[in-house]
């Protein structure tokens, strides 16, 4: 009988940077486990040391270990192993005869079979390097042992390849357990816990970078683990590695390429270009019609490939692998390997995939081919937002082509306009006008230049402002889709909301139809827009909330139609009385968003933040906010019912904290942009209110109600509504009061506008407590108002004498009534009341329980 190494039958050591991940091979153990395993990955994956971490740390099952090679292929050789590593078992004591017999013999397997009948307790057989046996003999024998061997013992197989045992009939029976490459990559987490034990402190974003280029290939892990050590710039290591790496393709040659047939070496050379890789691609670049077979082939065999689909269609090469087999197919020429980019370009293109066809068109250095994948997609690219892409390709062709092409410039011209690049967009449409009549004026053409044109204007376009709509709408879809779009924006303008939501409506049909994402997120904000045009803020609220998650679906949060969406739902916030969420929405973006190289959107985030900290409590900041978005806008053109919202939030703060100078001059740049209007009309009301001049307040906001100064934005009909409360209320019309204020509600309960009650003066919400119960199917609305606290400090600080006390006030009981009630002096609870009144902020005991309802301190069933 051969002699047999000890190192080959014991289980090996593992390494300081092994990362053990027991849940992998935990279903060897589970009762009733399986009878045969495979663990089947390329080199370098981990099979070996899996395994033996399983058999270092299960001391319930007794493990044969047996490390195979080249030589085992002689029957003789690879049974004398087994034999002896069975041998070590203190359980296997039934093997001494053999010992005397030959293992050459044919008979020898299933007398070896026969002895293991009657082990008292499983046993594993491991046999690593299974891919070593392709002697038939061998092969047959380890066949018949499989088939032959008891059920006490466990035969586990380690192999590069897919051992030819037939396995289908394994999984047929249920005897087969497998384990492949896609389960033994390594997670980021495992990743960065190896890298860590080899002695590296890597940042996030490198380790992010490894594992990304890796794969969670282990081998790979610790190749770069080694680079990185001995590199004396981890920074450039990281950038440059790659499967061309020195190493990595020594790796990958000896232990990997130098054992595949060079049929299918060359196969995964070619399909190498793409990643991923359908099987339709394969076939087009191999011209092998059955190359789906031989990828999952491939798959089954190797794990080199990877199937990414349950159908099997569509596969990626494992990554470093695929960049050495790049490198090498560049080494071997740039006329073929442009070739074939060529034809992978070509065939996206007909699988309607225009990034993946310009990637690949770029690659080619085919300048032609590059123009007519631009041409055939770049609309299809702006609808769907791929800006980025699109702009890095037309700056390639940009290098190579001609550079009056009206297509490419007004593709050129949205991506800019959309990625903020104000000068890059308008230098696109200068080149357009001074080459336009060199070119014929198609149709298609016209309403590219058109929306173009009109979003350089304004891009959140809340307000277009050309004269020039589009006249025909196309039937091509991406060309109507855009068409639509640029109707429904002039039509806002025009203040034509019916026909504008129709065409929005439309396009936004056509979007989902298509899969046009970004032009849905266009729409959808669009269409908030026109809602709150109509006051139908609730639909303002629901379709922007639709258009911010399209926008963090696509990390689109940077965009300035998303930032339209965020000032329209954060302005919404603000009337439904709440600040957090409207500040949460409303904070200060970078620099780079898009957002914030539009004037207007960046004076409305940030106004709506300032009065959303003054509702807060932090009024000062608050205030001065919003007096700095407005100074900062300038004398900016736009939408004038924008403008007067955001004046009117910063002249609510200046008149709460009793700032006449600020809210004066607020006031006079509102008049020079609006005057005649509603908003005007409140304000100056309101002024002439607090200034005792009430008569002429009150003909002020007649003037409102009565349509005379018509307002621009729904809730000052609220406002206006509110202040003829106050003022009816001051002259001791407290009918006159009541009809105010059931107006007042019936309005804001429409408009979900909660804020101006908060805001309201005291004797108003005062009216409101007394009546309430009374408003009807505003009633709910009501017990919101009542409830809510815009304006008011968060935390108010009583103590618990004083939370009774307070809770005692909504009674008909006198001070000296609720004294005897809680056993004290009535100087002690006069002392209590007076705190009460500080903490709150009011004068009064109805004040005091009506700013206690607001904030939630004492039950609101209390009439």
Not at 119 to 131: A, E, N, Q, T
Not at 196 to 206: A, I, K
Not at 624 to 630: F, G, I
Request: with cysteine.
């Amino acid at each position: 009988m051969p002699i047999v190494p000890g190192a080959k039958i014991s289980v090996p050591a593992l390494p300081p940077e092994f990362v053990g991940r027991p849940h992998l091979s935990a279903a060897l153990d589970a009762p009733g486990g399986p009878d045969v395993a495979l663990v089947c990955a390329p080199a370098g994956y981990g099979k070996s040391l899996l395994l033996a971490d399983r058999a270092l740390a299960d001391s319930a099952t007794e493990t044969v270990w047996v490390t195979l090679d080249a030589d085992d292929n002689a029957p003789g050789r690879l049974w004398a192993a087994v034999l002896a590593a069975l041998t070590q078992c203190p359980s296997v004591c039934s093997l001494e005869p053999l010992h005397e017999r030959s293992t050459t013999r044919p008979e020898f397997v299933a007398e070896l079979a026969e002895a293991l009948q009657d082990l008292p307790s499983r046993v594993r057989v491991i046999l690593d390097d299974v891919h070593e046996l392709v002697d038939p003999q061998v092969l047959r024998q380890v066949q018949s042992f499989v088939r032959a061997k008891p059920v006490t013992v466990q035969l586990v197989l380690a192999s590069r390849l897919d051992p030819p045992l037939s396995l289908p009939r394994l999984r047929l029976t249920g005897r087969l357990w497998e384990l492949r490459a896609a389960e033994m990559a390594l997670t980021r987490e495992q990743a960065a816990a190896m890298l860590e034990r080899s002695g590296l402190c890597l940042s996030p974003t490198e380790i992010e970078v490894l594992h990304r280029r890796t794969g969670g290939w282990a081998a790979g892990l610790r190749l770069a683990a080694l680079g990185l050590r001995e590199s004396s710039s981890p920074d450039e290591f990281l950038a440059q590695f790659s499967g061309d790496d020195r190493s990595v393709a020594d790796y990958l040659i000896g232990e990997i390429l130098s054992g595949l047939p060079s049929d299918i070496r060359g196969f995964l050379r070619v399909i190498s270009i793409s990643d991923p890789v359908p099987v339709g691609l394969a076939a087009e670049l191999t011209a092998r019609d059955e190359a789906g077979s031989v990828l999952h082939g491939l798959e089954r065999r190797t794990s080199l490939v990877t199937a990414l689909d349950p159908l099997h269609e569509v596969y990626r090469v494992q990554e470093l692998l695929r960049t050495h087999l790049t490198a090498d197919l560049h080494r071997q020429g740039a006329k073929r390997l442009e070739s074939l980019h060529r034809d992978a370009a070509r065939w996206w293109a007909g699988q309607d995939q225009p990034l993946r066809a310009l990637d690949h068109a770029a690659r080619s250095r085919d300048p032609e081919l590059l123009l007519e994948v631009l041409r055939r997609s770049a609309i299809r690219l702006v609808l769907t937002g791929e800006h980025a892409a699109l702009r890095r390709a037309l700056t390639g062709a940009h290098s190579s082509l001609s550079t009056d092409d009206p297509w490419l410039l007004l593709a050129s011209a949205l991506a800019n306009l959309e990625a903020g690049d104000l000068s890059a967009a308008h230098e696109d449409l200068n080149r357009v006008s001074t080459s336009w009549d060199s070119r014929p004026d198609t149709a298609e053409l016209a309403v590219l230049h058109v929306v173009a044109e009109q979003f350089e204007t304004d891009r959140t376009t809340v307000a277009a402002r050309t004269s020039e709509p589009v006249r025909a709408i196309p039937t091509e879809p991406e060309l109507e889709a855009l068409a639509r779009l640029s109707r429904g924006g002039v039509q806002l303008e025009q203040n034509d909301l019916v026909a504008a939501r129709s065409n929005l409506d439309a396009a936004l049909a056509l979007s989902r139809r298509h899969d046009f994402d970004f032009l849905e997120l266009q729409c959808l904000v669009l269409l908030g827009v026109a809602a709150s045009g109509t006051g139908d803020l609730r639909t303002m609220r629901s379709v922007s909330t639709e258009a911010l998650a399209v926008a963090d679906g696509h990390a689109w949060e940077g965009s300035t139609w998303s930032g339209a969406a965020a000032a329209m739902l954060g302005y919404s916030d603000l009337l439904r009385a709440d600040p957090v969420a409207a500040a949460r929405r409303t904070e200060r973006r970078p620099e780079t968003d898009a957002a914030e190289s539009v004037p207007l959107l960046r004076y409305v985030l940030r106004a709506v933040h300032g009065a959303a900290l003054f509702d807060l409590g932090e009024r000062a900041a608050g205030l001065a906010e919003l007096q700095q978005s407005r100074s900062d806008f300038g004398d900016h053109e736009a939408a004038v019912e924008r403008v007067a919202a955001m004046a009117v939030l910063e002249f609510c703060a200046a008149r709460t904290l009793g700032h006449s100078v600020a809210a004066r001059t607020v006031l006079t740049w509102l008049t020079e942009q609006a005057d005649g209007s509603g908003e005007v009309s409140v304000m100056q009301a309101w002024s002439d209110s607090a200034a005792g001049r009430h008569e002429r307040a009150r003909s002020l906001v007649r003037s409102v109600l009565d349509g005379d100064a018509p307002p621009l934005l729904p809730a000052t009909m609220v406002d206006a509504w509110l202040l003829e409360t106050s003022i009816a209320l001051a002259a001791g019309e407290r009918h006159t009061a009541r009809h105010a204020l059931r107006s007042a509600l019936a309005v804001g309960d429409l408009l979900d506008a909660v804020r101006p009650f908060a805001q309201a003066d005291p004797i108003v919400r005062e009216l409101l407590v007394a009546q309430r119960g009374s408003f009807g199917p505003s009633g709910g609305f009501a017990d919101r108002v009542l409830a809510a606290r815009a304006g008011e400090p968060q935390e108010t600080m009583l103590s618990e004498r004083e939370i009774t006390v307070l809770g005692l006030l909504p009674s008909m009981l006198s001070l000296d009534e609720i004294a005897t009630d809680l056993t004290v002096s009535v100087n002690t609870v006069k002392t209590h009341v007076r705190s009460i009144y500080t903490k709150l902020g009011v004068s009064s005991r109805r004040l005091a329980v009506l700013a206690a309802h607001q904030r939630g301190l004492i039950a609101t069933g209390v009439r």
